[in-house]
């Protein structure tokens, strides 16, 4: 049974900074592509970043580039997402998500086979 469970989110002020983490079980953890994203009330899920099964590419949404770092510890079954110079519309629940496409970054929501339930991340102004 595969399971990915989020951690860290939380309550911070427009310009902190947050670590989410997202250990994952059940799978073969390198031989999968991870993702974050988020969905904030009355809106659909958004991509916001990914990371290749090797940790040597990612990928970011332009709305967190600049400020959002992805990266992942397959020794740990690990990934990570930090998240620097929030902003009040940051907030929303973020969920990591795993895809088995090894050999090219995936952002739609449909590309990804298992999910998290997701850490609630609020930016206050």
């Known amino acids: 049974q595969v399971q990915l469970v989020e951690s860290g989110g939380g309550l911070v002020q427009a310009g902190g900074s947050l670590r989410l983490s997202c250990a994952a079980s059940g799978l073969t953890f390198n031989n999968y592509g991870m993702g974050w994203f988020r969905q904030a009330p009355g809106k659909e899920r958004e991509f916001i970043a990914a990371v290749s099964w090797g940790g040597g590419r990612t990928y970011y949404a332009d709305s967190v580039k600049g400020r959002f770092t992805i990266s992942r510890d397959n020794a740990k079954n690990t990934v990570y997402l930090q998240m620097n110079s929030l902003k009040p519309e940051d907030t929303a629940v973020y969920h990591c998500?795993?895809?088995?496409?090894?050999?090219?970054?995936?952002?739609?929501?449909?590309?990804?086979?298992?999910w998290g339930q997701g850490t609630q991340v609020t930016v206050s102004s």
């Open positions: 998500a795993a895809t088995p496409s090894i050999a090219t970054i995936k952002t739609r929501v449909s590309d990804y086979d298992y």
